[in-house]
C-alpha cells in the first residue's frame, strides 16, 4: 500500500477496463483509505486479473496489493470463510487422497500435472495429452493433485503454505524436476512458488513437435481468449496458437488479448463478493468474440465463456471435438470424471 500511496499517479489508465475500480477509485485512492477492515474487504471484490499492471505506465502492481490486503484480512480473521466454503471444500476434496495421484514410473524426472479444472471436464483429453506425451518421453509420469490457488487467491497464506508445502515436498522426494501443466493458473502458482521445478505448459511442449501450420479453411475461424494467468506468458500463448492453426483454424484476435487480456469473470473467486461478475465479463468478452468460437486454454475460462457465447478448449481441437455449443459439466459430473481418471488403468 505505501508504494502505491507514494507512485500511484491516479492517470486512470487501469481504471478504465475495470469494473472494480471504476467503483473502488484508483489505486491511489483505495491505499489511501488504509488497511481500515472495511477497506481490506473490499480487496475481494477484485479478481487479481492483473489488467492493472498490464496497463500501468509506471510499472506498478494493483493486483499484488489487493492480494496483499485479501492475505491481512485473512490474517486478521476478517475473511468470511463461510461464504468460499464450496471453493475451499472443492480444493480439499481435490487435494485428498481420493482424488490424488502419483504415477510415477522408475527413471521419471518429468510429469505431467493437469491440475483441477481440466481432468473434471475432459478426462479423456487429459488421458490422450499424457499419451502423446509418453510416446515423446517414455518416462513421463502423471500427477493428480491440486495446487492450492484457491487458498493462495483467497489470502489463506498458511494454508496455501502447507498444501503447496506437501505437493513440492513429495515431487521433490520423488526426483522430479520438471512439470508439464495444463492450466495456466496452476503453471503461475507452479512457477512462483515452486522455483526448484522447471514449469512448463503442456501446450509448448505439443507445439514444438507440431507442423506450424495446415492450410485455414476460410469457414474455420475462430478467436482466442487468453487466460488471466497466462497474461505475461507469451511462450504459452504462441503455443496455444500454433496448435489452433495446426488444426486448420484461422485466428481472429479479440481486442483485448495476450497481456491485455480480460478475466472471465471466474478470477480470484470473485463471485463469492459479487454474484454475476461471470455473465457481466463473459458477456464483454461474447461482445468482442461478435459470434465466433471462442478457445481457451483454460478450462474454466471456456466454461465461464460459454454461457454467454459459444465456446471451447484447445484440446478440443486436438481431439476433434468441434461442437462449441457444449455446456458446462455438472459438478457431479466432474467429481465423477476426476474419479475416472484417478483410476484409470495406466501404466
Ligand atoms: S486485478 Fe483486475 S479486477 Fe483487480 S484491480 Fe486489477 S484490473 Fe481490476
Ligand atoms: S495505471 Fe498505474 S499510475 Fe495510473 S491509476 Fe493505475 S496504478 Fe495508478
Not at 228 to 238: H, K, L, N, T, Y
Not at 272 to 287: D, H, L, P, R, Y
Amino acid at each position: 500500500m505505501a508504494d502505491m500511496a507514494a507512485n500511484c499517479t491516479s492517470c486512470g489508465e487501469c481504471v478504465r477496463p475495470c469494473s472494480f475500480l471504476q467503483h473502488q477509485g484508483t489505486p491511489l485512492t483505495i491505499a489511501q483509505q488504509g488497511a481500515t477492515d472495511r477497506n481490506l474487504l473490499a480487496a475481494y471484490g477484485c479478481s487479481l486479473c492483473g489488467l492493472c499492471d498490464a496497463v500501468c505506465p509506471e510499472g506498478l502492481s494493483p493486483s499484488d496489493m489487493l492480494l496483499g490486503m485479501r492475505q491481512e484480512a485473512a490474517t486478521r480473521g476478517l475473511t468470511d470463510l463461510k461464504k468460499y466454503a464450496p471453493w475451499l471444500n472443492y480444493e480439499k476434496l481435490g487435494a485428498s487422497l481420493f482424488f490424488r495421484r502419483d504415477l510415477i514410473p522408475t527413471g521419471c524426472t518429468t510429469v505431467f500435472f493437469p491440475g483441477c479444472s481440466l481432468p473434471g471436464t475432459r478426462p479423456d483429453a487429459v488421458l490422450e495429452l499424457f499419451k502423446r506425451l509418453r510416446l515423446m518421453e517414455p518416462t513421463a509420469g502423471l500427477v493428480l493433485d491440486c495446487c492450492g490457488k484457491i487458498s493462495h487467491d483467497l489470502g489463506l497464506t498458511d494454508h496455501f503454505t502447507a498444501l503447496f508445502g506437501r505437493l513440492s515436498k513429495r515431487l521433490r522426494h520423488k526426483g522430479i524436476t520438471r512439470i508439464l501443466t495444463a492450466c495456466p493458473g496452476c503453471s503461475k502458482i507452479l512457477r512462483n512458488h515452486g522455483e526448484e521445478f522447471d514449469v512448463t505448459s503442456i501446450y509448448e511442449v505439443l507445439a514444438a513437435c507440431t507442423a506450424p501450420s495446415r492450410p485455414a479453411s476460410p469457414l474455420k475461424v475462430v478467436t482466442i481468449h487468453d487466460p488471466c494467468p497466462a497474461r505475461f506468458d507469451p511462450a504459452q500463448q504462441a503455443a496455444v496458437r500454433q496448435l489452433v492453426q495446426s488444426c486448420g483454424y484461422r485466428i481472429e484476435e479479440l481486442p483485448s488479448h495476450g497481456t491485455t487480456t480480460r478475466c472471465c469473470g471466474q478470477g480470484g473467486m470473485v463471485e463469492g463478493c459479487v454474484t454475476s461478475t461471470i455473465k457481466q465479463e463473459s458477456g464483454v468478452i461474447a461482445a468482442e468474440a461478435a459470434g465466433r468460437p471462442v478457445i481457451s486454454s483454460c478450462a474454466s475460462c471456456s466454461d465461464s465463456i460459454t454461457t454467454a457465447t459459444p465456446a471451447g478448449h484447445v484440446v478440443d481441437l486436438l481431439f476433434s471435438k468441434t461442437d462449441f455449443s457444449a455446456k458446462p459439466v455438472s459438478s457431479a459430473r466432474r467429481w465423477l470424471n476426476r474419479l475416472k481418471l484417478r483410476c484409470a488403468r495406466l501404466t
